[in-house]
């Protein structure tokens, strides 16, 4: 019922146009065009009535300013024409009103609100709930749109710095790619500000600075071995090595020491023992190991037999 209210309201002052111009005529008894009056001048009042209460809100005017103004042009020519023209006059001026009034009320309840700044926020959503500029996209001037900050990084459009990590919410978000509502993202207790300005990585938690002041713990640990410890490196033969990154002799050595940082040589075909190395001799030897192969174990046997 109350979304027919309108309609109701627009069909009763067009039939009491139509009426004022009919009645008016000289077959009309006076009796019959002083209801007439009375039902034009109480349309008028509640034209009135509604306009003031929806120019006091201001909730039309930011949602549909253009169609509200045709409203409120078309209320004030009534207001005025009221004082010198006739009834059926009156009676146009008031249903022109009605409509425009109408038109402005269903752009706000379809939600059709329009916004000056682009920004994806309504000038009605900007002045109500989130008290920003309606004409400006960028409120706090951090490089993010209103319109962002709200819906997709939850930051605030009236703040510049949002975590007070020294570095704006646009800076973070479009460039650093770092959590702008997080001083610290990557958890190493340093804030994002600091790293940057000292040169470190403000998503790497082993990447930290020199100095400076440390935010309250806990702290996330560098999961990656340090420099110092070694790294470790994949083996061909199945298995890791665990590399030092110091160098001896101009090559990078391992635990074991002995063989130069190499992977160690496979056990296949080759036996581990030694073997004699005997001048001019037939035997096969593997490559610089000198171990004998397997298939000439028994040669190797009768030979020195």
Known sequence: MQRLAPILLLLASGLLAGCAGFLLDETAT??????????????????VKDFDEADGKGDLELCAPVRFAVTRFAV?????????????QLSRFIVRARRALLSAQSRSKAGECVDSDGD?????????????????????????SDGLEVRRYGTSPLRYDQ??????????ALFLKTNPRHPDSDGDGYADGLEVAAGADPLD??????????????????LRPAADKGFYRPSPFGRSLRMRTRRRGGSLSSPSGGNGGRAPRARGRCSPRPAPILPHSPLRRSGGSGALCSRNRLKSQSFHN
């Open 163 to 172: 975590d007070g990590d020294l570095l704006s919410d646009g800076e973070e």
């Open 76 to 88: 004030y020519q009534a207001v005025e024409e009221k004082k010198t023209a006739r009834l059926d």
């Open 120 to 144: 994806g926020l309504t000038d009605l959503t900007e002045t109500r709930r989130y008290r920003t500029n309606p004409s400006n996209a960028d409120t706090d001037g951090d490089g993010l």
């Open 30 to 47: 006076p009796e019959a065009v002083k209801h007439l009056r009375q039902s034009i001048y109480k349309e008028f009042d509640l034209l």
């Open 205 to 222: 938690a082993c990447s930290k600075p020199s100095s400076g002041p440390r935010l309250p713990g806990p702290w996330r640990k560098c």
